[in-house]
């Protein structure tokens, strides 16, 4: 193992197993993953090494409906950096019920490949 | 009186999974009675994502998860009450409920248990100090945030690495409020390595191991809190008390089984689980009355949930058919390293569900069932943690007719 | 200036409630000054709940004469005011020969200070008794009982109320101070200074419990040494109630009843207190060491004391007037006619001001009437209605309750089975208390093993509503005790 070459564990958070995947990296670029136990271990790796990404569910305003809050989460996962300008993009967000699981409230939030999408059936009041 | 082949006592993941099941195998004349005004149970303030990944294959959240069981119950007319509050279960399955149509009793041939559980409070861990308002427990927390549209805190301290507290915090900074800490007591995570990394690294939210709440400041408000590390024996260490300024303390120091009802009727609980004891069929000792779900062990994931709910449906269903379930002699004991395991009995004639957990954190394991010293079923395991509840299948072949079970980490 | 009153009580503990229901018998313009939010958030609240016997105080002493008395009146007061009351009896265990001269001598005074229905028991009839009991032998005083002290001091307080007495919470006296009467007279009137303004009365009477010693000062009664005895208690879940059929306590001495176990009167069991002497009297954390020494001690009379029943803790301060050795007191209860004239001054209300409540507030009505005479108010009621309370129905009761009003239907808080109607019927409580322990003492909602965790929610949204007030301004139980911060979302103003 030459000196440029480091070993980084990651645990993967692509589902509740929580594998703890070993990568040795050099120069950025990934030598060897150990410790997954499906494909996606190894893409999430090279996501978090790259550019990496997660998802957020908060809620949105709603008016008129029997309940004050719908929730919402994000069809794609947004760069990382980006969470709390789309989470700014949401707090704005105000819709009348009745709403339905599955409407999109907010497409290509922040100019990202992401919809912020309804997940709860809000009735009108 | 009304007479009914099953009553499910609870609407929440575990209830709609046993009243889908219950129904596709022909048993139609059943009710699900809920407490609250909509089905799913405590899934309906879990809005965050990452249910339902082995169940459905895509991370949904929580009310997505509990609206696509609502469909499947709407779709087949299966009727349910919302605002039913079970008052009264009695040995003989007589159930007392309050409804918007007034008191109502069931007479049932079978009852499913399925009211989840609930959270320990700061009483249950008998924290000293005063006592001030901003003390939450996470769910309660959560609840004010996610269906009432309330801020509970500001500066926020939380006690408890369970998942709920964790997904609290990420919860609690997207909205504005400044988590300063998550504090464990254990020398270990209590909830999923997911959520530390999603939940608390990526806000830069500090986790401490092996540091407890040993005071709590403030005669209106909550002023502040005094952390302590604690010893291998959970003790505080005089001199290691630091002082924290907030407003708020959050609470995910564990769940509860909620068995108000289930122990009134005489249902005998397992003081490890704090679950009933039950069968491979996930019978109780009353025969015809059936737990799964969180009420009968805590759950780390619901997609696990709705799969014993629906085992439950099928021993349920057969009951309902017969009239009785085969008998189940042979005890399971929980053994070195595991804190409890369900069922606690079997017949040892049919295939079974194991489902353990794991007392602390273990590499490069085995999971092993043995009976009068023999190998029954062996799970070899990577890691195997606390936070994680382990399952699996166990064959009946080698199983004998006398002679104790015990499961135990070598 | 607020109107003029005849007489200003300040406190409402269960001593200045009683003591507002005694004048509303006659025709005074009376009103309340309490610093809290609610009625009984201090030492009437935070004690054993326990009405005595009588036998543990010196002969001839108020203590045992107002104990006698208030324990005497029980059953017909709480069915005038229609709070719980349980006579159940209690025991006093001891198992050594010193244990049992203690309990001949307690015994004896007993029977001075006119307490009945005292025996000595043996240990088969003290197991009889209280099956799970630890204990050679015992004194068995029949009379003694348990209450509800909120409700008590509740009943106390609607009742005066209803009867015409004027309740202003959040008024602290911050200072007293005199007024001429007219230009020509030489009489006068006591001005009391509150944050929220003044208040002109003829007559002051002091029952502010803890803050006696500064009120005395405040009206120019000084030299009183008071002094805290804080003690410290845990609560254990309801189910265990049904081990316990009674208060157990150990050998008493006259200044301290010593760690006991009571039953109350839901069910739940309290373990307490120990005695710690404390200056501070607003501090009521309760310390680590004095739970695990709580529960050690009590084990020694009673063994189910289990950490994991434990769903609370609390401690309480009793005001201990003491002379200049440290040697407590008796009530003082006066008028000093010289210093300040028309002010009943109240100094040291301890145990066992719970029992003794009503006969300390006759007394110090007695005081007024042998200085002025005092029409009677012949409109006078003694009956005060509580909220009922739909977990204590039977099934046929519930359905009629819910046939009469459908919030009965609804469950609020599931533990303790309470409906919308309760909370609804305790948001609107007559003496416009607006917390949310003022709804968890009034109904019990939020007191059961979840510890509000799933119903106060409800029972905030509720109160927002109701009261017409926002989220911010709902205060858990002191001033300042604010409960959230404010709305995720705010509605677009329209």
Redesign the interface.
């Known amino acids: 193992m030459s000196e440029s070459t480091i070993k980084k564990t990651y ?6 197993n ?1 594998c ?1 995947i070993e990568a040795e990296i050099k120069d950025g670029e990934i030598l060897s993953i150990t410790g997954h136990t499906c494909p996606k271990g190894e893409a999430y790796v090279h996501q978090e090494l790259t550019a990496p990404t ?8 709603v ?1 008129g409906g029997e ?3 719908a ?1 919402v ?1 994000l069809t794609k996962p947004i760069p ?1 950096d980006m ?2 300008p789309v ?1 700014d993009e949401i ?1 704005k967000l ?1 819709i009348t019920a009745p709403v339905c ?1 599955g409407t999109v409230v907010l497409e290509k939030v922040c100019g990202l490949d992401s919809e912020v999408i309804i ?3 809000v009735k009108a009041k | 009186m009304e007479k009914k082949d099953v009553v499910i006592i609870g609407g929440g993941p575990a209830g709609l999974a046993a009243a889908l099941e219950l129904y596709n195998k022909g048993i139609h004349d059943i009710i699900i009675l809920e407490r609250e005004n909509h089905l799913g149970g405590i899934l309906r303030q879990c809005i965050h994502d990452g249910f339902g990944l082995s169940r459905f294959g895509k991370s949904l959240s929580g009310p997505e998860y509990a609206q696509a069981f609502i469909n499947e119950i709407e779709k087949r007319h299966i009727p349910y009450m919302t605002n039913a509050t079970v008052l009264e279960l009695t040995n003989d399955k007589q159930i007392y409920a309050m409804t918007r149509e007034g008191l109502k009793l069931y007479q049932a041939k079978a009852v499913v248990l399925v009211m989840g559980c609930r959270e320990r409070s700061r009483g249950a861990l008998g924290i000293p100090g005063e006592r001030p308002s901003g003390v939450f427990t996470a769910g309660t927390a959560q609840a004010y945030m996610n269906l009432y549209n309330r801020m509970p805190a500001k500066e926020v301290v939380i006690l408890g690495s369970g998942d709920i507290g964790m997904i609290m915090a990420r919860r609690l900074t997207l909205e504005g409020a400044h988590v300063q800490a998550v504090f464990e007591i254990m020398p270990h995570p209590s909830g999923l390595p997911r959520n530390i990394i999603q939940c608390l690294e990526d806000y830069n939210i500090p986790l401490y191991l092996n540091h407890t709440v040993t005071d709590i400041h403030g005669g209106s408000r909550l002023t502040g809190v005094t952390i302590s590390q604690v010893d291998e024996k959970l003790a505080p260490i005089p001199g290691t008390e630091k002082e924290y300024t907030c407003d708020t303390l959050i609470l995910s120091v564990g769940l509860i089984p909620d068995n108000l009802l289930s122990t009134d009727a005489g249902v005998t609980l397992d003081p490890h689980t704090k679950g009933a004891y039950v069968d491979e069929h996930f019978q109780t000792n009353i025969p015809g009355v059936f737990a799964a779900g969180n009420v009968l062990h805590v759950h780390d994931l619901v997609d696990f949930v709705s799969l014993e709910a629906e085992a439950l449906a099928h021993s349920a269903a057969s009951y309902i058919h017969d009239g009785m379930l085969p008998p189940c002699n042979l005890a399971i004991k929980a053994g070195n390293g595991v804190g409890h395991t369900i069922p606690q009995k079997i017949s040892g004639d049919m295939d079974f569900k194991l489902s353990l957990r794991v007392r602390s954190h273990y590499r490069d394991c085995r999971i092993v069932l043995r009976q009068n010293g023999e190998e029954i079923a062996v799970k070899k395991m990577k890691k195997a943690i606390p936070a994680e509840m382990i399952q699996f299948t166990v064959k009946s072949e080698k199983i004998q007719k006398h002679g104790e079970l015990e499961v135990s980490v070598e | 200036m607020k109107e003029a009153y005849d007489v200003i009580v300040i406190g409402a503990g269960v001593v200045g409630s009683a003591i507002a229901r005694e004048l509303s018998r006659y025709q005074l313009k009376t009103a309340v000054l309490e610093k809290n939010l609610d009625v009984c958030n201090e030492t009437s609240g935070r004690n054993s709940a326990v009405v005595h016997g009588g036998f543990a105080y010196d002969e001839g002493t108020l203590k045992a004469r107002f104990c006698v008395a208030g324990n005497q009146m029980m059953e017909q007061l709480s069915k005038e005011l229609d709070f719980p009351f349980i006579r159940c009896g209690k025991v006093l265990v001891g198992n050594t020969d010193e244990d049992m001269k203690q309990l001949e001598r307690t015994m004896a005074q007993g029977a001075k200070n006119g307490a009945t229905g005292l025996e000595l028991i043996d240990g088969e009839k003290l197991h009889q008794l209280v099956p799970a009991v630890v204990g050679k032998f015992a004194m068995w005083s029949k009379t003694s009982g348990i209450l509800d002290p909120f409700l008590f001091t509740v009943g106390l307080a609607e009742n005066a109320h209803a009867n015409g007495v004027s309740f202003f919470f959040d008024h602290e006296v911050t200072g007293i101070s005199r007024e001429a009467a007219g230009e020509e007279s030489s009489d006068f009137h006591y001005i009391l200074h509150t944050p929220h303004g003044d208040f002109k009365t003829r007559w002051v009477v002091n029952a502010a419990g803890l803050g006696c010693k500064v009120i005395s000062d405040m009206l120019g009664i000084t030299g009183y040494r008071v002094v805290g005895s804080k003690g410290n208690y845990i609560i254990l879940k309801k189910q265990l109630g049904a081990l316990l059929p009674m208060p157990v306590y150990p050998v008493p001495s006259n200044t301290y009843m010593g760690i006991h176990v009571t039953p109350t009167v839901d069910g739940n069991v309290t373990v307490g207190p120990d005695a710690d002497l404390v200056d501070n009297f607003s501090y009521y954390g309760v310390p680590q060491e004095n739970m695990d020494a709580l529960a050690e001690s009590a084990s020694n009379l009673w063994p189910h004391i289990h950490k994991e029943d434990q769903i609370r803790n609390f401690s309480g301060i009793l005001p201990k007037w003491v002379d200049e050795h440290g040697v407590i007191q008796d009530f003082k209860i006066e008028v000093k006619d010289d210093i300040a004239p028309r002010a009943v001054n109240l100094v040291g209300i301890e145990s066992p001001g719970l029992t003794g409540a009503v006969p300390i507030a006759q007394y110090a009505v007695a005081l007024i009437k042998e200085r002025e005479e005092l029409k009677e108010n012949l409109d006078f009621n003694p009956i005060r209605k509580g909220i009922t309370r739909f977990a204590s129905c039977t099934r046929e009761q519930q359905a009629s309750l819910i046939a009469e009003n459908p919030d009965y239907s609804d469950i609020i808080c599931q533990c303790e089975e309470i409906t919308r109607a309760e909370i609804l019927a305790a948001i609107h409580n007559p003496l416009g208390v607006s917390t949310m322990t003022g709804i968890k003492y009034r109904t019990r909602a939020m007191m059961g093993g979840c510890q509000a965790g799933f119903c106060q929610m409800k029972i905030e949204q509720l109160m927002e509503q109701e009261l017409g007030k926002s989220e911010t301004e709902i205060c858990y139980s002191r001033k300042g005790s604010w409960l959230l911060s404010g709305k995720l979302r705010e509605e677009p103003s329209t």
Do not use: H, Q, Y
């Open positions: 645990t993967c958070i692509i589902c509740p929580g703890d997660r998802t957020i569910a908060p809620s949105v305003l008016t309940l004050p809050l929730s989460r990382k969470i709390f989470m707090k105000t699981e997940t709860k059936n």
